[in-house]
């Protein structure tokens, strides 16, 4: 997970789904006691720690990055695009990246191929919200309890913006979906041609629904 931008990318926008049995949603990041585990269980960030700014910051990129992801697949943005595009880029410049040669490229091929790395160590998250979210008060003013995480702990933040962008701007983005089961809120990347859900229990869920609605027609007594 630590290597694959895209998989966080489409994993932070999974941390709101459906509520069971409303119409409405259930947050996962309540805190940012949730916010650290699930950074370092799902992100792949074992080091990470949240405090408030960082979890507001990551809410509002996840928010942006699902906008932008409705807008890629011709659905309805939750959020004006040009709002959530700006959200993306303030975070995303605060993450450093680098470029490494790929050892294996270097010998008998005509151009040299190479690997970004993502550096994000020494910019945290919540170091800078003042300069990319300005709605924010800057962590210079912060009390105590929000001041930011150790300086060792990652922008996942920046990182997550930055992953939205390599895949809303790379060659997955034609790969991006929707998906269409009923309740579900979810993004996936189509690895198929067949492929038409986000996992096999919304493909189950959606053919038990049609399976209902003819039984429920051919039951149902013919009109004089």
Partial sequence: MEG???NLALRLTRTTRHADGGSG???TLTSPEALTSWAREQAGLPGYAANPIALTEVLAVRDATRALFAQAVGGKPGLAPADAAGVLNA???RVPFTLELEPDSVAGEPKPT???REAPLGTTAGSSAGQAFPDQASSDQASPDQASPDQA???LA???ARAAIDLLTGPDRSRLRACPA??????FLKDAPRQEFCKTACSNRTRAARHYARHRNDSAPAAN
Wanted: aromatic share 4%; proline share 12%; with cysteine.
């Fill in 4 to 6: 694959d931008p895209v």
């Fill in 25 to 27: 949603r259930t947050e």
């Fill in 91 to 93: 975070a995303s410049v």
């Fill in 114 to 116: 190479a690997r970004r």
């Fill in 153 to 155: 702990s990652p922008d």
């Fill in 158 to 160: 920046g990182l997550a």
């Fill in 182 to 187: 009923p309740r579900c809120v979810q993004y």
